[in-house]
């Protein structure tokens, strides 16, 4: 197992910057999930790392070793690929034996290997069968077992679940996480579903429009993103973020919505505003953070349901707020009905202030 | 050059050009490795020969000196073409030698096509009968019509005779007036399975549903086919007819084999004729200069070959 | 007036009827216009001289007979001789033009299809744009350079041409199959441990295989068949190919009808067994490049 190191890695494509200047280090034995919409750079980040196409610029490490001009093939590393590719015409055992052919491992080196991976991945029986002959779920087995087969220093997956079908997906989901514990492998590993990212890796990296936005552990990304991308980005549903005007007078700051309601923010949030220059503030809350009622509460701003969702266990409603949509979750036993009045109060403590600018989000020190 | 700048740069490169050609053209250097062989061969097979025969148009090569020994008439051999009456029939030939062709060919390979375009017992068998006009040699098709044409002994004139259509055989290719439409049904023999074949890989891009969908809203057979199929026909047929009316542009054997050209020039086409020139007169110079002139008809139509096979290269990519 | 509503619920199926009666009437025709000529061939082949030459002809002979084919075949007669020579002739040049297009199209193909490289697009159309030039243009110059070469009266100077006039399309019909095999498996194969070169072999040749049959029955059938070059190129008789050699068998035995016949059935046998064995890829091969999805 090793690390791995991205410096300042640009990748463009004529005129199309794909990559733009991402840096990020993967421990050894870290699972990193690239995550972003899609045409974010991220696959290209992967693709890069595999040596699959050539950098623009920058620098990238494979343990200790600079590998940008090195071959995919001297790199030590295992790739699994959204579509499996699964080599048509050969066997499973055919598919697992072919990188370790090509490394020109003794005959019964390969035998000893291929059955083992078969073993772990629970799959002996499908050996002799080929790639059209299996399901989704376990071509997407015999992908994992020809990048374990070669015991590489690191792993690279892309979008390996996005073609199985929803229940599947759980399961594999839990398999490829349980695989990482066993392995302690490094995996770099790339994903449209920031659900995935979140309950899989160590740490995530969440990319938009080739830039990497913020790089950290899932519950500091999820509490603490650092710009308007990345709230809205991970969660589900989406962070609400409403935009508001910021002023100050006798000591108090407060934020104003379109509608004529505001709010009084806490010392600590009125600290982050007043340290920034802006009036434009966005005011982003997650569905559990904001308090819903369906009779008037004093400073409580007032709104109108707008949608209902029943989901079995949380009701969603969403209200109009400032010409953004806001999402909260409230009991299904509570009884809201489209078009009825309610009334919202927003943690001060959970909620997020962006500057309306810059979308970055505003920090009190 | 510093990161920094380089990634400042970045935005304002949107609007400037890609790297040099040339700067490419070395990066991706290993890959024309893989095109290599079939460069080498087409320029020394193709583009010799086109430059040559454009130096020997415009230089005469009487029968009795040797073909190194041409003697520059500038634009001679142009002008004598262009005035002659011989010129003028053989185009006339070739023009009705090719329209009709590639318009028989394919309305006939369209309908079998078609009529093929659903299960029966005996397709398979049928689709193979039907093509092997197309797989066998011209050489071969010739000699058979020519036997088939025969004006004393070919069986069309004996059916024609004992159902008392006609006294004795006719002269089908021994006649002036019927020997291009006579040729041109051997042609057409040969042709139609080409376009039958293409068409019928056509028809299977029609989405079924759609043709489900034309009868749902109460379309009938004929307005199915011109609302839905023939548009989704549209790409292959192009390419079809192009190919067919390049290669009847460049027929060669069945004229040459069957009539030589006669009687009386009234088969002659452009190729056959240059043939003659060239190989039968010796008249190298004439014949070039020939070719030259079919070389900038072929560029037309060639233009129009690559617009429509780039367009349907475009389609399959989007 | 029972009749009115069943009527009008069948009218939708009658004219689908209709139309199914002309397509099958126009098969019918189209299966007499293609076969008659062919069986014709076959009857003459199996009469005597002498019972080819009347009028009016015996539509089945009255002493069917094989003696053509005997003839043809007979190596200790002259014309058997000759044409198992000139049998012999088509067969080497057809064989040697189909292994070398197949070595030249396939990676030619492979690069048409995959990379990305200045002036892809400008050779493809060259390429396509070969097929353009009239065979008549090129005898002349392309004579004179295989006398420069030495090629002149050997099959060689068949071969190379054959080869650079079947390219185009060969490589075309590959391109369609290079298209469709996803690239995630070249790069699969390349992290796996194997080089770009090794990826194409090991991976991407063994899916392609369809492809390449194609490609060798279309080269075969078209060295096969070839007839200008070869009148143009070759004179000595030991050297001739089929097209040629049978030409050349007429133009002295004017009214040999059934010999003619029997050596034009012969020479069509190779090219249509060959052709009825394998036409699934040969078809799909060609609509692929034409047609695709």
């Known amino acids: ?365 | 050059m510093t990161l920094a700048t380089r990634l400042a740069d970045a935005p304002l490169r949107e609007n400037s050009k890609e790297p040099g050609v040339l700067q490419r053209a070395w990066i991706n250097r290993a890959d024309y490795l893989y095109v290599l062989p079939s460069i080498v061969v087409m320029l020394i097979v193709i583009a010799y020969p086109i430059y040559y025969t454009i130096e020997l148009s415009f230089f005469t090569t009487p029968p009795s000196l040797q073909l190194r020994d041409k003697i520059f008439v500038g634009l001679d051999n142009y002008s004598l073409i262009l005035t002659s009456d011989v010129f003028w029939r053989v185009t006339a030939n070739t023009f009705i030698w090719t329209i009709v062709s590639t318009f028989a060919a394919f309305v006939l390979g369209l309908g079998t096509a078609l009529a093929l375009n659903h299960e029966f017992v005996g397709r398979g068998v049928l689709r193979a009968i039907l093509i092997i006009p197309w797989v066998i040699s011209a050489v071969a098709a010739s000699y058979i019509w020519k036997w088939i044409y025969h004006s004393n002994f070919g069986v069309i004139g004996a059916v024609l005779v004992s159902l008392g259509i006609t006294d004795r055989p006719p002269n089908f290719i021994d006649s002036v007036s019927t020997v291009l439409p006579s040729l041109i049904v051997v042609n057409v023999w040969r042709e139609f399975p080409f376009a039958m074949i293409m068409l019928m890989a056509g028809l299977q891009t029609v989405p079924d549903q759609l043709l489900r969908a034309a009868r749902v809203d109460g379309a009938n057979a004929w307005q199915s086919f011109w609302h839905v199929t023939f548009p989704h026909l549209q790409g292959v047929s192009t390419v079809t007819i192009l190919l067919l009316a390049v290669s009847n542009f460049n027929s060669f054997i069945i004229p040459w084999i069957m009539t030589g050209g006669g009687p009386s020039n009234a088969s002659h086409i452009w190729i056959t004729h240059i043939y003659e020139l060239a190989f039968g007169r010796q008249r190298w110079g004439i014949a070039s200069a020939y070719s030259v002139l079919l070389f900038i008809i072929m560029m037309t139509l060639g233009y129009f070959y690559v617009r429509a096979l780039s367009g349907a290269e475009r389609k399959d990519r989007g | 007036m029972t009749s009115m509503p069943s009527n009008v619920a069948t009218r939708p199926r009658k004219s689908i009827d209709g139309w199914r009666w002309v397509g099958r009437l126009f098969l019918a025709l189209m299966l007499f216009y293609t076969a008659v000529p062919m069986i014709w061939m076959l009857i003459t082949s199996i009469k005597s001289g002498f019972a080819a030459m009347q009028f009016p002809p015996q539509w089945w002979p009255n002493e069917p007979t094989l003696a053509s084919y005997y003839k043809l075949l007979d190596p200790t007669s002259s014309v058997g001789n000759d044409f198992l020579r000139f049998f012999w002739n088509s067969l080497f040049v057809s064989v040697s033009t189909t292994i070398l297009a197949v070595i030249v199209a396939v990676p030619a193909a492979y690069a048409f299809s995959r990379f990305d490289f200045p002036g892809r697009k400008f050779l493809f159309f060259t390429v396509l744009l070969r097929n353009m030039f009239p065979a008549v243009i090129f005898l002349v110059p392309l004579f004179i350079l295989m006398r420069l070469l030495g090629l002149v009266n050997t099959h060689g100077s068949l071969v190379l041409t054959y080869l650079t006039f079947g390219l185009p399309l060969a490589i075309w019909l590959l391109k369609g199959f290079y298209d469709n095999i996803p690239h995630q498996l070249e790069q699969a194969a390349r992290i796996d441990g194997a080089s770009r070169f090794q990826a194409f072999i090991l991976i991407v040749m063994p899916l392609s295989a369809p492809g390449i049959i194609a490609t060798a029955i279309y080269s075969f059938i078209g060295a096969w068949n070839e007839y200008i070059f070869a009148y143009t190129f070759l004179n000595k008789n030991d050297q001739l190919t089929l097209p040629i050699g049978i030409q050349r068998f007429f133009s002295e035995n004017t009214t040999d009808f059934p010999g003619l016949m029997a050596a034009s059935f012969m020479m069509s046998v190779p090219v249509v067994v060959l052709f009825l064995l394998l036409q699934r890829y040969f078809v799909r091969a060609l609509t692929e490049g034409a047609v695709k999805h």
């Open chain 1, 1 to 365: 197992m090793a690390h791995v190191v991205l410096r300042n890695l640009v990748k463009t494509y004529g005129p199309h910057t794909a990559v733009n200047n991402v840096s990020l280090t993967v421990n050894d034995g870290e699972f990193v999930a690239l995550v972003g919409p899609s045409g974010c750079g991220k696959t290209t980040t992967l693709n890069l790392v595999a040596g699959l196409i050539p950098i623009t610029s920058g620098d990238i490490s494979i343990g200790d070793r600079v590998v940008n001009d090195v071959d995919p093939k001297n790199r030590d590393i295992a790739m699994v690929f959204q579509n499996y590719a699964l080599y048509p015409q050969k066997t499973v055992y055919k598919n697992l034996a072919f990188p370790l052919q090509m490394r020109r491992l003794p005959r019964d080196e390969i035998d000893r290997k291929v059955k083992e991976a078969a073993r772990v991945l629970d799959m002996t029986h499908l050996l002799e069968r080929k790639p059209r002959e299996l399901s989704g779920g376990q071509q997407q087995r015999v992908a994992l077992g020809r990048a374990l087969v070669r015991d590489p220093a690191v792993f690279l997956m892309d979008e390996p679940l996005s073609n199985l079908d929803a229940k599947l997906r759980v399961q594999m989901r839990s398999e490829i996480k349980r695989f990482h514990q066993d392995l302690e492998a490094t995996i770099i590993y790339v994903t449209h579903d920031q659900l995935e990212a979140v309950t899989m890796a160590d740490k995530m990296a969440v990319m938009n429009g080739g830039f990497l936005q913020q790089y950290d552990s899932p519950a500091q990304v999820f509490n603490h993103p650092v710009n308007m991308f990345v709230a809205s980005f991970i969660g589900s549903p989406a962070m609400s973020l409403i935009p508001l005007e910021a002023s100050s007078a006798n000591g108090r700051t407060v934020l104003t919505g379109e509608e004529g309601w505001s709010i009084e923010l806490s010392p600590h949030n009125a600290r982050k505003v007043e340290r920034s220059t802006t009036k434009k503030v966005v005011l982003g809350a997650r569905h559990s953070t904001i308090k819903l009622s369906t009779s008037p509460v004093p400073g409580a701003i007032p709104a109108k349901a707008y949608t209902v969702e029943p989901t079995g266990d949380i009701t969603f409603v969403q209200a109009l707020l400032s010409g953004a949509v806001v999402n909260i979750s409230v009991p299904p036993t509570m009884p809201v009905a489209p078009d009825q009045p309610i009334w919202l109060e927003f943690d001060q403590e959970r909620m997020h202030l962006f500057d309306g600018a810059t979308e970055m989000a505003l920090e009190a020190d």
